[in-house]
């Protein structure tokens, strides 16, 4: 079974710049999710699409980061404009529905703002 | 106060040693939990469900006490490859959504 995809697996820019970031569930998961590590610290929701419809977006800032799931399978997540504190790796999760505690990451994108 | 409390660690152990872990928790509505493990530079990944009645699998063990609110997990015979940072897991208000400490770094030597 292919596990979650996700693209590119590194990302410089400069603060100010846009940057998006592309994930590719593992087939027949219904739960996406987003999720921004800083260094140092666990995993931080972003947001979560069950299917193409938003669940939870409530830690998203939503004046620069937005993200789409348009046809219910790959998801994109933007920046825009990025900051220094953006730094992380971002990373994209999918579970089947009712089994939210399992969730399958996939490698991360590591974003660097300079 | 943070949702869930882990000592960042690093717990520098010999192989073959027993090492435990404690996580606290804030939420006393918080109804599942786990330990994720994630390898340096690596996505994390389930390792393994805790339950009230504390659970095994091999060489680990989790529990869980309500009451005090902390959830543990027991590493026994360490091997080099249980190196990594072992990830605290609660589930929030809502079911479905996971709430992650910051991780308890294990290094194992030969």
């Known amino acids: 079974e292919a596990g979650v995809a996700q693209s590119p697996r590194y990302k410089i820019i400069e603060k100010r710049q846009s940057v998006a970031f592309w994930c590719n569930p593992i087939?027949?998961?219904?739960?996406l999710y987003w999720y921004q590590q800083i260094l140092g610290q666990g995993p931080k929701l972003l947001i979560q699409?069950?299917?193409?419809?938003?669940?939870?977006d409530s830690q998203l800032p939503k004046d620069r980061f937005s993200a789409e799931r348009l046809k219910g399978v790959d998801s994109t997540l933007k920046i825009q404009p990025a900051k220094l504190e953006d730094s992380a790796v971002y990373l994209c999760?999918?579970?089947?529905?009712?089994?939210?505690?399992?969730?399958?990451f996939g490698p991360g994108t590591r974003l660097t703002v300079t | 106060r943070k949702e869930v409390e882990q000592d960042p660690g690093p717990f520098n152990v010999p192989e073959g040693a027993t090492v435990a872990f404690n996580c606290t928790y804030s939420?006393?509505?918080?109804?599942?939990f786990f330990w994720y493990r994630q390898d340096c530079r690596k996505e994390p990944k389930l390792l393994m469900s805790?339950?009230?009645s504390g659970n095994e699998d091999g060489r680990f063990t989790a529990q869980l006490n309500r009451a005090s609110q902390y959830i543990s997990l027991l590493i026994r015979d360490s091997k080099l490859s249980d190196s990594a940072t072992y990830l605290c897991?609660?589930?929030?208000?809502?079911?479905?959504?996971?709430?992650f400490g910051s991780g308890t770094r294990l290094l194992v030597r030969p």
């Open positions: 999760a999918s579970s089947h529905p009712g089994q939210s505690y399992e969730q399958y």
């Open positions: 087939s027949g998961h219904a739960t």
């Open positions: 699409f069950q299917n193409n419809g938003v669940v939870d």
């Open positions: 939420n006393s509505a918080s109804q599942s």
């Open positions: 805790v339950y009230s």
């Open positions: 897991v609660l589930s929030g208000d809502s079911s479905y959504k996971l709430i």
